[in-house]
């Protein structure tokens, strides 16, 4: 464990308002959006979690009510899920900036797992750099959070990242379609696009959270530099002065609005996401909208 919480337990409290959507249809799974849960014979009970406006008044508990006078929904499970997988960005350009990119996905990463265990969907999270590292798989409610936390805080940011290698692994590892989660700052090389596409293409639904620092976009730099590439420890010396800097701005933000796109067009999200943005932003905010939350 680190020595201090990644996410506070008050925080984790206002989560439970949120939901993980999708937008696609998975032959053989149940649902448009989200996975059913529904009380009735042959369910399975899990676990209970805190009303919210627009929950089923059939489903509360109104023994715990009488007792607690604090509403709470009884959730069970109906099969089949349809997976959610979260692919963590741990190559070594994630330790960059002021918080680090790194710190930053650990924190958001947990905070979109905990929204999937309370809603007792199965998580999956795949760590990745050149290649794809151990996964944990975690649901059926809030008490499978500690191994989520657990879990992040032993993932160190190291190593080159390589798209291509990973996303053939990934592809013939998790043979069923579903939603794909990516957090990372999607440095890497050529057909960067083209990669991640690919995911979509075999029937994955892509939402795709681009991290960034303010030092990625907006380099405040000037003059002759010796810059050293993160993961690879390449060495190249430029000159960077404020024209230099406005078209590195310009080519990064072209790039970027290149991948959301691409996502649109089949049929998933993407968000850009400063690190020096407040967590609750992005999840209230940006991610929030996009997620149909009640906040």
């Known amino acids: 464990?680190?020595?201090?919480?990644?996410?506070?337990?008050?925080?984790l409290e206002r989560l439970e308002r949120l939901t993980l959507r999708w937008r696609k249809s998975f032959p053989g799974t149940i649902g448009g959006h989200h996975v059913s849960r529904l009380k009735g014979s042959g369910q399975e009970f899990l676990d209970h979690r805190q009303f919210s406006q627009g929950?089923?008044?059939?489903?509360?508990?109104?023994?715990?009510?009488?007792?607690?006078?604090?509403?709470?929904?009884k959730v069970f499970q109906m099969e089949p899920h349809i997976p959610i997988r979260m692919m963590l960005d741990v190559s070594g350009s994630m330790a960059?900036?002021?918080p680090t990119k790194h710190s930053y996905m650990q924190r958001l990463a947990a905070a979109l797992g905990y929204v999937g265990v309370v809603r007792l969907?199965?998580?999956?999270?795949?760590?990745?750099?050149?290649?794809?590292?151990?996964?944990?798989?975690?649901?059926?409610?809030?008490?499978?959070?500690?191994?989520?936390?657990?879990?992040l805080s032993g993932l160190k940011p190291e190593g080159r990242s390589d798209a291509g290698t990973v996303i053939r692994q990934f592809a013939n590892?998790?043979?069923?379609?579903?939603?794909?989660?990516?957090?990372?700052?999607?440095?890497?090389?050529?057909?960067?696009?083209?990669?991640?596409?690919?995911?979509?293409?075999?029937?994955?639904?892509?939402?795709?959270?681009?991290?960034?620092?303010?030092?990625?976009?907006?380099?405040?730099?000037?003059?002759?530099?010796?810059?050293?590439?993160?993961?690879?420890?390449?060495?190249?010396q430029l000159h960077?002065?404020?024209?230099?800097?406005?078209?590195?701005?310009?080519?990064?933000?072209?790039?970027?609005?290149?991948?959301?796109?691409?996502?649109?067009?089949?049929?998933g999200r993407y968000v850009f996401v400063d690190t020096g943005m407040p967590l609750?932003?992005?999840?209230?905010?940006?991610?929030?909208q996009l997620q149909g939350a009640s906040v």
């Open 1 to 11: 464990m680190a020595s201090s919480p990644i996410i506070d337990r008050k925080f």
């Open 55 to 73: 929950d089923d008044l059939r489903s509360v508990n109104w023994r715990a009510y009488m007792r607690l006078e604090k509403l709470f929904l």
């Open 96 to 98: 960059l900036g002021n």
């Open 121 to 151: 969907e199965t998580m999956q999270l795949v760590p990745f750099s050149s290649r794809l590292h151990e996964d944990i798989v975690a649901g059926g409610g809030r008490h499978r959070f500690a191994p989520i936390v657990d879990f």
């Open 173 to 236: 590892r998790y043979l069923q379609r579903g939603l794909v989660i990516v957090v990372s700052d999607f440095f890497d090389g050529d057909d960067l696009l083209k990669q991640w596409q690919s995911l979509a293409l075999l029937g994955h639904e892509l939402f795709l959270i681009h991290l960034a620092s303010e030092e990625d976009r907006n380099p405040p730099w000037q003059g002759l530099l010796e810059v050293v590439d993160a993961e690879t420890n390449e060495v190249r």
């Open 240 to 267: 960077f002065d404020d024209e230099a800097r406005g078209r590195y701005t310009e080519a990064f933000d072209s790039f970027f609005e290149e991948f959301e796109r691409m996502a649109l067009r089949n049929e």
């Open 280 to 288: 609750d932003e992005v999840l209230f905010g940006a991610l929030g």
